[in-house]
């Protein structure tokens, strides 16, 4: 074999698999990807994780509950603090603060 043959081969095999490498990025791309399922919102907080949510200190909150400016709810021995009571709360502070700045 000389070298144009070898040449020519080498230039129709690298053709070959630049058709390939397109063919293979068309079925790719054409391949329907699963969607991600979005994470599970989490529904209850401990009082560090409500404070974290909240922008606040872990103190804050400790007094806020012990106040029963948030509401929490005891489980067994735990107390949680649920999405809707930290919602309830932030929509309260601007009730509340209107009514002062009066």
């Known amino acids: 074999m000389d ?3 070898t040449s020519t081969l080498i230039a129709r095999i690298v053709a070959d698999l630049a058709r390939l490498g397109h063919v293979i ?15 599970p919102q989490k529904l209850l907080f401990t009082a560090e994780e409500a404070a974290e949510t909240l922008g606040l200190g872990r ?5 806020l509950l ?3 400016r948030l509401e929490s709810v ?8 649920s999405m809707a009571a ?3 709360y932030v929509s ?9 700045a009066a």
């Open 3 to 5: 070298t144009e043959d």
């Open 25 to 39: 990025d068309q079925t790719v791309s054409a391949t329907p990807q699963p969607a991600a399922e979005p994470a």
């Open 59 to 63: 103190t804050v909150v400790f007094e």
């Open 66 to 68: 012990r106040s029963g």
């Open 74 to 81: 005891k489980i067994g021995s735990r107390r949680r603090i």
């Open 86 to 88: 930290l919602q309830s």
């Open 92 to 100: 309260s502070l601007g009730t509340s603060q209107g009514a002062g």
